[in-house]
C-alpha cells in the first residue's frame, strides 16, 4: 500500500513539474501569431474568446484543455510540438478556464 502511495505522489510530482515549465507568457504570443481568434470567431461569432467562456464548452478538465489544444494544433497544421502546446494549454488555463 506505502508502495502505491509513493508511486502516485512521485507520477504526480513529475505531472506537476511539466505543467510548471510551461511558459503563459510564450502562450499567449503563440495563439497571437497563429490568429486563433479567427477560427474562434467563426464558430461563435464577434468575440473569439467566448469560446471559452460559453456555459456549453466542451473543455471541463485541464486534460479536454490539453487534448483540445492538441486537436486545434493538428487541424490548423500549426507545427507546433507537444511543449508549445503546453504553453498555449498554460495561457488558455491561467487566462480563461483557471483549473
Known amino acids: ?3 502505491t ?3 502516485l505522489f512521485l507520477a504526480t510530482g513529475l505531472l506537476a513539474g ?6 503563459a507568457g510564450v502562450g499567449e504570443k503563440m495563439v497571437a501569431e497563429k490568429n486563433c481568434a479567427a477560427c ?5 461569432g464577434g ?3 467566448k469560446i471559452y467562456l ?3 464548452r466542451r473543455v471541463k478538465t485541464l486534460p479536454q484543455l490539453d487534448a483540445q489544444v492538441r486537436y486545434c494544433s493538428n487541424e490548423l497544421e ?3 510540438f507537444p ?4 504553453h498555449v494549454v498554460a495561457w488558455l488555463n491561467h487566462r480563461y478556464y483557471k483549473f
Open 1 to 3: 500500500m506505502m508502495k
Open 5 to 7: 502511495k509513493t508511486i
Open 18 to 23: 511539466t505543467a510548471w515549465a510551461a511558459d
Open 40 to 44: 474562434h470567431q467563426r464558430l461563435v
Open 47 to 49: 468575440d473569439g474568446s
Open 54 to 56: 460559453r456555459d456549453s
Open 78 to 80: 500549426t507545427g507546433w
Open 83 to 86: 511543449e508549445d502546446e503546453a
